[in-house]
């Protein structure tokens, strides 16, 4: 079962980055994803029934250190402990909010790869149910293409908590949380994917998906990989050069 957006462990909360040009990011992202008669996000880029999932911010100097890329945020059970683990495998931290106390409240760390990420502690449902609607608008799949893939899986399992799976694409695994629901997937780098960076690429659902692609091109973006076939799934580049993925919905 493939489910990122779950509350807990490995669980994948939310996503954001700080970009220039902001209001023209905006106006872009507006456009891409609220495409169709039934739009699965708002203009403000909170899904459907209001709910913050992805973020746009400005680029302060405050935000100077992040990369521009797509940062997912996922769920750890202790955020210092995790930080502690990115460092002595060879990652980054970039930002480290702490409280009065020094108890570590979230983090945004680089992995060995260059793939920035956000960590926060695991939050627990409140709903009781196991499931969501992606049509609502979500993140409905994070994936990772790089070279070493066998390293950069082991890190995720210390980090995050993940497990990894073998997939049926060739030298592909799925990341499961603790509850064996695939969260993520870390795919090899080859021939067919080297036009992709090692960043973490989110796929967002759209209502119209053909429509989507038109406003990529139209508002300065660029179509870097389109797969077709029963699965829609489009890697393009936005007007900053920051990369993302576009699904059609279910």
Not at 76 to 105: I, P
Not at 222 to 250: F, R, S
Request: aromatic share 6%; with cysteine.
């Amino acid at each position: 079962m493939r489910n990122p957006f779950l509350h807990g462990v490995g669980g994948v909360l939310s996503a954001d980055i700080a970009v220039p040009e902001h209001e023209r990011e905006l106006r872009f992202y507006s456009k891409v994803l609220t495409t169709g008669s039934t739009p699965l996000w708002q203009d403000d880029l909170t899904n459907n029934q209001g709910t913050p999932v992805i973020g746009l911010g400005e680029r302060s100097p405050e935000y100077e250190a992040l990369p521009l890329q797509w940062m997912p945020h996922f769920q750890v059970s202790n955020v210092a402990e995790s930080v502690d683990l990115t460092l002595e495998l060879g990652g980054q931290e970039l930002m480290h909010a702490k409280g009065d106390g020094g108890q570590s409240q979230w983090a945004v760390l680089l992995d060995p790869a260059g793939a920035a990420f956000g960590i926060i502690p695991a939050v627990e449902d409140q709903s009781g149910s196991a499931h969501h609607d992606e049509r609502i608008g979500c993140i409905s799949w994070p994936s990772l293409v790089v070279s070493d893939v066998a390293s950069i899986c082991e890190f995720y399992e210390k980090v995050i908590g993940w497990s990894a799976a073998p997939t049926n694409t060739e030298s592909g695994f799925e990341m499961l949380r603790p509850d064996g629901v695939a969260a993520a997937e870390i795919c090899a780098k080859n021939k067919d994917n080297e036009s992709i960076p090692s960043v973490w690429i989110l796929s967002l659902p759209v209502d119209d998906f053909d429509e989507s692609l038109r406003q990529v091109r139209e508002g300065g973006g660029e179509i870097i990989k389109e797969m077709t076939g029963a699965d829609k799934h489009t890697v393009i580049k936005d007007p900053v050069g920051v990369y993302i993925a576009l699904q059609a919905a279910i």
